[in-house]
């Protein structure tokens, strides 16, 4: 008998270019697990507006980053990719879980601390509650494993936290998700300020790569990505740039850490950051060739995520309709 395959999800907000951390802490490792897993992609378009969009540069951005899945080697074959808001599960489920989530626990999320110091004009009840509509995209598929990267543990530990919980007083209604974060490029930091993450809203765009980025803009940028004046390429206090360059050689070309310190012991800055260049050129080229093919080809595209979202509608509906009988809906 076929073995039947555990459930991967994951999801990216539209809300900025994809960069090169959010592939190589996410995407990347998507497309290495889709043979062993039943996989379901998202465009977390609901999680997006928490923060104010312009309307038709998300509808944009929306698209390019369902194209961008694909360019990335994911197979539709195989895997669901949709949006969002085409399933409305998402939304259904994130209320019921909104009242077995506790204000306390909202309010030690960093994230939430983080955005609304960056966004203080704007604090919402959505940004407030972000995590819980991140839990129920989780817990509607039965979802055994989510590859992130570190910034989304702790969203993931309350995911668990809440699925454990509903379960405690219904008895067993979702499975509990395993969180994936991989050894290498979980944390790509900024190119400008080495101890802050790599972030599609950084407003400097030197922080960060885009992952359709042309490659004499990649080169420049990793030209002048922040470093130290100490001048050896190894790991240590002070040496975040460095390390960080280091973490992106490795996960670009799947060269150990160990070996890129010691194959570049006593050479200098100059010639490691031109290899790290040509690294990230050489692994975002292919994915920018088929971006641009997939980016002619709407209605394949929209073929894809309408398809997906059926699917996905379909299987979110078997949990929701669990739920709603658990807490005491009536039947429709
Ligand atoms: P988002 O859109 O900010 O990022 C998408 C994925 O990229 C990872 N990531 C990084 N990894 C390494 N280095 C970085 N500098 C870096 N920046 C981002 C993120 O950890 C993430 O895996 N809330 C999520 C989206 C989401 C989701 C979900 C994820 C919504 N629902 C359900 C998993 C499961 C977010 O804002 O990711």
Redesign the pocket.
Known sequence: MEEVKKIL?????P?GCV?????????KNWVDLQESYNCMY?V?DL?SITVRQTPADLRKRSVELLSLFLACGLDPEKNIMYF?SHVPAHAELAWILNCYTYMGELSRMT?FKDKSQRHADNINAGLFT??V??AA??LLYQ?DL???????KQ??EL?RDIAARFNGIYSETFKIPEPYIAKV??????LTEPTK????SDPNPKGFISVVEDADSIAKKIKSAVTDSEGSIRRGEGKEGIENLMSILSATSGESIESIESRFAGKGYGEFKAEVAEAVVECLRPIKEKYDQYMQDKAYVEKVYTEGAQHAQYLARRTLDKVYRKVGFVKR
């Open positions: 999800y994951s999801a990216v907000q809300s960069t090169l951390g959010n592939y190589l802490g996410a995407i998202c977390a999680h969002q994230q972000y995590p509509l991140m995209d989780i979802t989510v590859p992130v990267g570190v910034d989304q969203h993931l995911a490029g979980a944390k790509i930091m900024s993450k790599m972030s599609k």
